[in-house]
């Protein structure tokens, strides 16, 4: 009997469960939005909320937190772009950490639910497995009825001020 036995296994063993708990969180992060199976996205849910409401309080300790809990993947580079094209011509990193940060800072408001995940037409192709798409809220989820979840998905739109 599986009696207070919370979670699910996912066919793997631990080690391979959290590490793909973290690769998951860190896409995440870094898309918006991944499609996943629904099993994999209900179990991700709880993991990547818990990691912004820690993100959400700004203190050294909760960047600890954080930290320990994505592993070495939240200090690797996502995009190298050029900062200046002045002088210095440096190099910026944007990290998983910071980017999450910057997520975070968007829900500021908000007391919690953050991801939405939901269940898309057909099957996988290489084992016929269910499809699901979880993404942040603030992710604009929209389209033009049955299209690919890659076509679907729109980041939202960056306001600009008007001097």
């Given at each position: 009997m599986r009696h207070l036995k919370a979670g699910?296994?996912?066919n793997r063993n631990p080690a391979h469960r959290r590490s793909m708990l973290r690769n998951?969180?860190?896409a995440l992060i870094e898309h918006g939005s991944i499609t996943t199976t629904p099993a994999k996205a209900k179990e991700l849910r709880p993991f990547i909320e818990r990691l912004i409401t820690m993100a959400r309080k700004g203190d050294?300790?909760?960047r600890r937190l954080v930290v320990s809990r994505l592993g070495p993947t939240?200090?690797?580079p996502l995009v190298t772009e050029k900062a200046n094209e002045g002088v210095d011509k440096a190099w910026k990193k944007v990290t998983v950490l910071k980017k999450l940060e910057e997520?975070?800072?968007?829900?500021a408001g908000r007391p919690g639910g953050y991801t939405r995940i939901l269940k898309l037409h057909g099957y996988r192709i290489g084992d016929g497995g269910?499809?699901?798409?979880?993404?942040?809220?603030?992710?604009?989820i929209g389209g033009k009825g049955?299209?690919?979840?890659a076509d679907a998905v729109k980041e939202p739109k960056a306001e600009t001020a008007k001097a």
């Open positions: 699910r296994k996912l998951m969180a860190c050294l300790a909760s939240a200090h690797t997520r975070a800072k968007g829900f269910a499809k699901a798409l979880i993404a942040f809220v603030d992710v604009q049955a299209g690919d979840a």
